[in-house]
């Protein structure tokens, strides 16, 4: 038997496994047969839209809907930059480690700057802007545009308020625009002892996206425009991207439901329970985790005999990293359809394979 054809009994491999929350199957249900509009000038985009408005308390804010993180990224990184600018982005960051050169493939290089803890610093942000100016051969060079960061960020970490303005300061000292990638952003805002919310990041930020691939959606992603500044023919260039979904009701009808009686928060809060519950369990096993992160990704560092014990008793992770020949980082993901015996039973098979 392949390893696909095996009936795996624990998958925490990532947070899109399983399909769609069981609320938004039922609402896409409910509209199936009715006949809307395309590419996103539907009734249900205009009232996700306008729930999102209200969620960000940014009456003014431009939403538009796209189909998944990558996609996203890549088209709003090169509509909002001029050609001779590029994104700073943590070493770690995904638009620069995992997005197969999807920006570069655009023309707009990805500018490093160190990570802690997979975030940027915003004293390190100003250094590297200030000594770009002050390059007498700058006109020479990549113009810094945008800066990107995600939260939480590729290690499941979060910024706190006072990073995010510190960093918005530097960006809009030197006319950079803020670009917030928040593909896990539901596992941001419920985690324990964050003091960012939803309408923080509407007001530091230039434009970030709403997760929902990740974060209990069938598919798809709600771009937020916060100054008025969504690009001119966004939808065009969106297209032009191949990144237009005809029937955008389906993204619509999507958010609206994570947008309505607060599922999107629910969904985030259950996963964040469960993380909690694995990361004390693994702490109980004398486990060190690998970092410290407050969301729904917890990494821990495994022997590699461990590891195969785990795939042996059906568990499936992520791997992450390669520390040392017999040791390897590992990624356990919860997500809205996880379950409390199966964060239970991984916490005591990796007590019997330790």
């Not at 899109?16 to 996103?40: C, F, M, V, W």
């Not at 509509?79 to 920006?103: D, F, K, M, R, S």
């Not at 000594?131 to 945008?146: I, K, L, S, T």
């Not at 729904?296 to 992450?320: A, C, M």
Request: with cysteine; proline share 3%.
């Amino acid at each position: 038997m392949s390893s696909s054809e095996k009936n795996y009994s624990i998958i925490l491999q990532n947070d899109y496994s399983e399909g769609t929350h069981p609320e938004i199957l039922k609402r896409i249900a409910d509209i199936n047969l009715e006949q809307n509009s395309g590419y996103g000038s539907d009734p249900y985009c205009a009232s996700a839209a306008e729930k999102i408005r209200k969620a960000c308390a940014c009456p003014d804010a431009e939403i538009f809907f796209l189909v998944g993180g990558t996609q996203t990224n890549q088209v709003v990184i090169d509509t909002a930059l001029a050609p001779y600018e590029g994104v700073v982005a943590a070493q770690t960051g995904h638009v620069n480690c995992h997005e197969a050169g999807a920006i570069e493939f655009t023309g707009h290089k990805v500018m490093e700057l160190p990570q802690h803890e997979g975030k940027i610093s915003a004293a390190e942000l100003k250094k590297f802007v200030d000594r770009f100016w002050q390059d007498g051969n700058h006109e020479h060079m990549v113009f810094p545009g945008m800066v990107y960061i995600s939260h939480p960020t590729e290690y499941g970490t979060l910024y706190s308020k006072q990073e995010l303005e510190d960093i918005s300061d530097v960006c809009h000292e030197f006319h950079m625009s803020l670009y917030l990638d928040g593909a896990r952003l539901a596992y941001g805002l419920t985690a324990e002892g964050t003091d960012v919310t939803m309408e923080d990041i509407a007001r530091l930020c230039d434009v970030f996206y709403i997760g929902g691939t990740k974060c209990g959606a069938l598919f798809g992603e709600a771009v937020v425009f916060t100054k008025q500044n969504m690009p001119k023919h966004f939808l065009t260039r969106v297209k032009q991207h191949g990144a237009l979904l005809a029937k955008g009701h389906i993204l619509g009808i999507q958010f609206d439901t994570l947008f309505t009686d607060g599922l999107y928060y629910k969904i985030g809060r259950h996963a964040i329970s469960l993380a909690r519950l694995l990361q004390q369990g693994m702490k109980e096993a004398g486990l060190k985790l690998f970092i410290n992160s407050p969301t729904n990704q917890q990494f821990v560092e495994l022997p590699d005999r461990t590891l195969k014990k785990l795939t042996e008793r059906g568990v499936v992770y992520s791997f992450w990293e390669k520390n040392s020949p017999d040791r390897t980082v590992v990624r356990f993901v919860t997500s809205w359809a996880t379950k409390e015996e199966s964060i239970r039973s991984l916490i005591q098979i990796l007590k019997e394979a330790l």
